[in-house]
């Protein structure tokens, strides 16, 4: 067991290693190409950085506490306490960051309820729950950011922001429907290849256990979806829309310290423009593609391009993250509660 861990934070410490040194070194080209100094960079007040890493944690817990809800509403989950469920969570953000389009973090839950007795298909089902609600909440900010671009005149954003959001909502409503008739199963197409290579026995024990997990999950799908408290359904709407609220209040108090007269509205958008083209699957994090887009929604409301602000934006919300989640995920795999049942 003790290996084990060590391998664990070895992997954890290379990981951190490369997908921060990647993010780095595409901020630090910007700096260069766009004429950033270090001195612009460092200005930010103690009090904007103090504010900025309050609304980090908030996020970051207010993440943990949705999948304490979804979490709980699994069969067997007795055994899932809060304070386990929010440490995971947040760990798992870590895989997240260092991941194109934002991927990995769900393996790293659904291991977790695995460990604590939840079936197969249930576990990928709340891992699925909270990025259907991720998915919505982001998509509605994005086609604000679309409308309020088109009444800027700003054709360019608006469509590079359309492109990247309606296939990603479309794709997670026609899933969401198809688990809620339980209809989401392995292709036969799969089935046939694995036999080829595999082998008829394991191929029928991996059916088993496929079968296993698409119908938990099918019922778990129609559970959650059919007769969900409303009270847990609409929590977890107000959390979802509290993580995309204070993910705008980030990047408004950057602007405030550069003088920047902003509101809430228009600093939420902007963020999610720019998490709508980041999430192509291209660097760790949407390094560089989300500053670019940031830029061009920016340049089109105030005539200006502020890298700057974009830069310390990225860092609080990329870099703090990133930081907070590692040591969460370190101290989660040490836990008694990660590693046994």
Not at 315 to 324: A, K, T
């Amino acid at each position: 067991m003790s290996n084990n861990n060590s391998m664990k934070r070895i992997n954890i410490r290379k990981a951190a290693l490369l997908g921060a040194s990647i993010s780095l070194a595409v901020y630090l080209s910007i700096s260069i190409i766009f004429g950033v100094k270090p001195k612009e960079i460092l200005s930010l007040g103690t009090e904007a950085i103090v504010i900025s890493i309050i609304l980090v944690l908030c996020r970051l817990i207010i993440q943990g506490l949705r999948f304490h809800i979804i979490a709980k509403q699994l069969d067997n989950s007795k055994k899932l306490d809060i304070s386990s469920n929010i440490m995971v969570r947040i760990g798992s953000e870590f895989i997240s960051l260092i991941t194109p389009s934002y991927l990995g973090g769900e393996a790293i839950r659904i291991a977790f309820l695995r460990k604590k007795g939840i079936k197969t298909g249930e576990a990928i089902w709340s891992s699925y729950l909270e990025i259907f609600y991720d998915v919505i909440f982001a998509s509605l900010a994005s086609l604000a950011a679309i409308s309020y671009a088109v009444y800027l005149g700003n054709n360019q954003i608006a469509i590079l922001v359309l492109v990247t959001t309606i296939p990603s909502l479309a794709f997670f409503l026609t899933v969401t429907i198809l688990s809620r008739k339980g209809k989401v199963k392995l292709p036969e197409i799969v089935i046939r290849i694995l036999k080829r290579i595999a082998g008829k026995r394991i191929t029928n024990a991996v059916e088993i256990r496929i079968k296993e997990a698409t119908e938990s999950y099918g019922k778990a799908a129609g559970s959650f979806l059919g007769s969900s408290s409303i009270k847990n359904f609409t929590a977890l709407c107000i959390l979802s829309a509290m993580k995309v609220i204070l993910a705008g209040a980030i990047f408004l108090v950057v602007l405030q310290e550069f003088g920047v007269e902003s509101n809430l509205f228009i600093s939420t958008i902007l963020v999610y423009s720019s998490i709508a083209i980041s999430s192509l699957p291209i660097t760790p994090g949407g390094s560089g593609l989300s500053e670019f887009g940031m830029s061009l929604f920016l340049s089109s409301i105030y005539n200006q391009k502020l890298w700057s602000a974009i830069i310390i934006w990225r860092m609080l919300s990329y870099y703090l993250p990133l930081i907070i989640s590692a040591l969460c995920l370190i101290i989660a795999t040490n836990k008694e509660w990660v590693n046994k049942n």
